[in-house]
């Protein structure tokens, strides 16, 4: 099982930046390349909702309420990603979980994975 480690979250002020990382790993064994990498968001008493997507090969995607402000990249050696937010809105309050559809590793692919949460919270 890929194991997903966030951090990064936090309280700031609106119009203020965070950067979320998400690193994996796998026990006994050597990642070599993710599928898809994603960033949701779950704001209290709403559903989880998928903010930025990036495909190992490099094609990002971007709901529309973050398009321009948020920034998804990956250090492929470090097997780690990262949601820039820039701009930050009151909206944009909630827990970000990151997620990956698959992994190739020295132990064979390996299955969906999900971060524990991360709270950002902006305040006006």
């Known amino acids: 099982q890929v194991q997903l480690v966030e951090s990064g979250g936090g309280l700031v002020q609106s119009g203020g930046s965070l950067r979320l990382s998400c690193a994996a790993s796998?026990?006994?064994?050597?990642?070599?390349?993710?599928?898809?990498m994603r960033w949701y968001r779950q704001a209290l008493g709403k559903q989880r909702d998928m903010v930025a997507t990036?495909?190992?090969?490099?094609?990002?995607e971007y709901a529309a309420s973050v398009k321009g402000r948020f920034a998804i990249s990956v250090d492929k050696a470090k097997k780690t990603f990262y949601l820039q937010m820039n701009n930050l809105k009151t909206e944009d309050t909630a827990v970000y979980y990151c997620?990956?559809?698959?992994?190739?590793?020295?132990?064979?692919?390996?299955?969906?994975?999900w971060g524990q949460g991360t709270q950002v919270t902006v305040s006006s």
């Open positions: 990036l495909s190992w090969g490099g094609v990002s």
């Open positions: 997620n990956v559809d698959r992994v190739v590793s020295s132990r064979g692919p390996q299955s969906e994975s």
């Open positions: 796998l026990s006994s064994g050597v990642i070599f390349g993710i599928g898809d």
